[in-house]
C-alpha cells in the first residue's frame, strides 16, 4: 500500500535527498546533485528562503521502499509583489506509476490549500530563480549546471493529474567553431558606438566581489522584472548564490556595462560543473568526491551562460551583442568547446532573436506547469 509521509527528521531528509540516486541508476545522463547543498538549500536557518517562506518535503512509500518525493513551496514573496495566492511544487521525482505521483501531488495541493494558496506551480526548486522546469524534449544529453533533469514518463505524470502548460523555457546550445563570427568581428565598432554614450564593458573584479555582488543585484531584480514568474532576489539570497557560485567563477566571463559608472547590465557564463560532479557518487564531497572536484575544474570545456541582462531603457543599443562577443571570444581563447544559453522564455523575442542570430540552436525544452487547487 502505497503512502505519503512528511519529511520530518534528519534521516528521511537525507533519505528525500538522496531518492533521485536509486531512481536514476545507470543512466549515464543523470547528474547528482551535491548532497550537502541540497540539505542547505531544504534546511530553515540554513538558506535565506526560509526567512520569508517555507516549504514541506513528503515522501512516497511502498511498504518500506521509497517511490517518489515531492515538495509543497509557499513563496510568500512571490505571492506580496504579484498579488496572488500561487502555490508551488519542486524536487519532484517518481517511479513511473500513476497512483504514486497522484498522491505525492495530492498531499502538496492539502498543505497549500491549508495555506489559503488556490494554485499549484511547478516544478520550480523554491523560486524561478533557483533550478526550475520539467525537461520534456533533449533528453540525449546531460544537463548542464544548475539546471534540472528528468525521466520522459514526468510529463505524462503530471498531465494524467490534471496540470497543463503555462511556459515553456529553452536552453540554446552555442557550438564556439558554428557560432556566428559577425557579432565579434562587429563588437569593436559597437564598443565605440557604447563608448560615445558614455558606456563602457568591463570584466567583474573578483578581488573586490563583494562591491560588485552589490551593485549587480539591482540590475538582476530590474532586468529580469518583465519575466513570466519572475520574483526579486532579497540581498541575503542573491549574496548566498553568489558565495556559491564564486567557487567556480572565471572572471574573464563575468561582464559588467556601466553608464558613467553605474552598472547597468551584466553578463555571467559559469563552468559546467556537472562535467564533475557527474563522476562524484551520491553527491558526496568526502572523502573522495572533494579531489575529484579540485582536479575536475580545470577540464572544463563548456559553459553556461547564466545570465544576461540589460536594464530596459539600456536595451538595443548593442550591450548584448558584445556581452555575447566578449564570451565568444573567451571560449575561442580558452578552448572551450561551446556554451549553453538557459533558460530563456519562449516568449521572450529579444533574447530568442539574438540567439538565433549567433547560429544557436534550441536543443533543449522545460515546461512548467500550472493547475488550480
Excluded at 84 to 101: H, L, Q, S, Y
Excluded at 191 to 203: A, N, Y
Excluded at 308 to 314: D, N
Amino acid at each position: 500500500m502505497i503512502q505519503v509521509k512528511k519529511v520530518v527528521s534528519k534521516k528521511e531528509l537525507a533519505d528525500f535527498i538522496d531518492f533521485p540516486h536509486a531512481l536514476f541508476e545507470g543512466d549515464t545522463n543523470y547528474v547528482p546533485e551535491l548532497h550537502i547543498a541540497q540539505r542547505d538549500l531544504l534546511s530553515p536557518g540554513k538558506h535565506p528562503f526560509h526567512e520569508h517562506s517555507s516549504l514541506q518535503l513528503f515522501l512516497a512509500y511502498d511498504d518500506n521502499k521509497i517511490k517518489g518525493r515531492i515538495a509543497a513551496i509557499q513563496n510568500n514573496n512571490h505571492n506580496a509583489i504579484k498579488n496572488t495566492k500561487d502555490g508551488f511544487f519542486g524536487f519532484f521525482d517518481c517511479v513511473n506509476e500513476i497512483e504514486v505521483a497522484r498522491l505525492l501531488f495530492a498531499e502538496a495541493a492539502k498543505w497549500l490549500a491549508e495555506k489559503n494558496l488556490n494554485t499549484m506551480i511547478g516544478p520550480v526548486n523554491h523560486s524561478t530563480n533557483e533550478a526550475c522546469g520539467l525537461l520534456i524534449d533533449g533528453f540525449d544529453s546531460p544537463p548542464v549546471a544548475m539546471m534540472t533533469y528528468n525521466k520522459p514518463y514526468y510529463a505524462n505524470l503530471l498531465e494524467v493529474y490534471g496540470f497543463t502548460k503555462s511556459v515553456d523555457l529553452l536552453a540554446y546550445h552555442l557550438p564556439t567553431h558554428t557560432t556566428d563570427k559577425r557579432t565579434v568581428q562587429l563588437k569593436d565598432v559597437l564598443i565605440k558606438r557604447l563608448q560615445h554614450k558614455g558606456i563602457s564593458i568591463r570584466k567583474i573584479n573578483l578581488k573586490n566581489f563583494s562591491y560588485e555582488v552589490e551593485s549587480i543585484l539591482g540590475v538582476y531584480n530590474r532586468a529580469w522584472q518583465e519575466n513570466t514568474g519572475f520574483v526579486p532576489m532579497t540581498d541575503k539570497e542573491f549574496k548566498y548564490l553568489a558565495k556559491d557560485l564564486k567557487m567556480i567563477l572565471d572572471k574573464d566571463f563575468g561582464l559588467l556595462a556601466e553608464h558613467n559608472g553605474k552598472v547597468i547590465g551584466f553578463a555571467l557564463a559559469i563552468p559546467d560543473i556537472n562535467q564533475v560532479l557527474k563522476k562524484i557518487k551520491r553527491g558526496r564531497l568526502f572523502p573522495t568526491g572533494i579531489f575529484k572536484l579540485l582536479t575536475g575544474k580545470g577540464k572544463i570545456d563548456y559553459v553556461r551562460v547564466l545570465a544576461l541582462g540589460v536594464e530596459p531603457e539600456y536595451r538595443r543599443l548593442g550591450i548584448e551583442a558584445c556581452f555575447y562577443a566578449e564570451i565568444i571570444e573567451q571560449c575561442i581563447a580558452k578552448n572551450v568547446s561551446g556554451g549553453e544559453a538557459s533558460w530563456i522564455l519562449e516568449n521572450n523575442e529579444l533574447m530568442n532573436n539574438g540567439l538565433k542570430k549567433l547560429n544557436a540552436t534550441p536543443y533543449k525544452r522545460y515546461r512548467i506547469y500550472t493547475k488550480e487547487i
